[in-house]
């Protein structure tokens, strides 16, 4: 999927970008200072490079996939975001990954989804269709990567939950095409790629977990903690999204994407912890520890997300970065989106109290 060149956002990115477009030399990233875990330009910097591996920009004249200056500056970045990641992995878990993996579902997250699903708007709907189109609009594509890399026990399970996740093959059934008709039946562009620019680094983050996983064989074990994980408390939230949907009313397209996860999902858990992770970490003890590590890893970038987007609404403001003021070459401004998404506060609902549920 052909995306379109984002605006750089600092030195990160814009380096990058020149080095794209202009042939400039790529250096060594600078991350002095940086905040790996969420700042927006070094994740919107590891979101392009990871890009070029899901098919690239349409405005870059050839692939840059394999060359040599952007995978190691992408590697950098790579190190840095990891490094948080396990440096933040403190908690004591049971080392088998089928108990911890229960105990990491029970953690306590930002209320986004009950919020939304209580008392949320359709433009709450909306920002949050515009957070998740990153990943959404190439919703398996990450997790995919883990079948090769994966033999034995539990493989046949992975292959089960992604066959679902492509629609079992029937055309315009795959869950990233519902989300596409979602976006469009919101008013937006469901092109790949179209919001990236007003995505904050908490939001590439959840999309830029997965990726990295995906593209390396020593995290295949992540990887799969990070799926399974996500099948198992995927059901609440979207069923929660889509009772704000069918409150509002008028939504088909985005009930018709949430009803298919909580009809798919539950089985998916099911599945995913049974299936799935239990016999590879019979099979495969070497890899339990990354399991594990993905797992809590994909809970704490969801809260981040979801805190980001609580935070936002409760100040009377947008989630979302402002449009870029000079795009950059071959890029575009963010088209569809409704004047109230671009620009106006978007307040949280005054009624609301906070309860723990899931982050998603």
């Keep these: 999927m052909l995306a379109p060149l984002p605006t750089a956002r600092g030195p990160l990115s814009a380096a990058l970008l020149r080095a794209w477009l202009e042939g400039t030399p790529l250096g060594r990233p600078a991350l002095r200072g940086v905040d790996a875990l969420v700042d927006d330009d ?30 190691a500056f992408r590697a950098a970045l790579e190190a840095a975001f990891e490094r948080a990641l396990r ?11 089928v108990t911890a993996l229960r105990v990491i579902a029970e953690w ?59 629609g079992n093959g029937v055309p315009g059934e795959a869950h990233a095409e519902l989300f596409a008709r979602a976006m469009g039946e919101l008013g937006l562009d469901p092109s790949y ?31 799969v903690g990070h799926l399974a994980l996500f099948e198992m408390c995927s059901v609440t939230p979207m069923s929660r999204y889509l009772s704000a949907a069918r409150r509002i009313g008028g939504l088909p397209s985005l009930e018709r994407f949430y009803e298919v996860h909580v009809e798919a999902d539950g089985h998916h858990s099911r ?60 890029a575009s401004a ?13 307040r949280r609902p005054a009624r609301h109290r906070r309860r723990p549920a899931p982050a998603a």
């Design 42 to 71: 070094l994740h919107l910097a590891l979101w392009a490079c990871y890009q070029q591996h899901y098919g690239g920009f349409a405005s870059l004249r050839e692939p840059l996939e394999w060359d040599p200056d952007t995978l």
């Design 87 to 97: 440096a933040e992995h403190t908690q004591a878990l049971p080392a088998d990954p």
């Design 108 to 166: 306590s997250g930002p209320p986004l989804a009950a919020t939304v699903g209580r008392e949320g708007q359709r433009q709450h709907l909306v920002e949050v269709a515009i957070h998740r189109s990153a990943y959404q609009r190439k919703e398996a594509d990450g997790h995919t990567f883990a079948i090769p890399r994966l033999d034995g026990p539990g493989r046949a399970a992975l292959i089960a939950i992604q066959a679902d996740e492509y």
């Design 193 to 223: 790629g179209a919001y990236v620019d007003r995505l904050p680094g908490t939001t590439l983050a959840t999309d830029n977990l997965v990726s990295m996983f995906a593209l390396h064989h020593r995290l295949r074990g992540a990887l």
């Design 271 to 330: 599945l995913a912890l049974d299936e799935m992770v239990a016999p590879m970490a019979e099979a495969h003890p070497e890899l339990a520890d990354d399991m594990v590590f993905g797992a809590a890893a994909l809970a704490r970038v969801e809260t981040r997300f979801a805190r980001h987007l609580l935070r936002s609404w409760d100040a009377g403001e947008t989630s979302l970065l402002p449009e870029p003021s000079a795009p950059a070459a071959g």
């Design 334 to 346: 963010s088209p569809g989106l409704a004047p109230a998404a671009a620009s106006a506060p978007t």
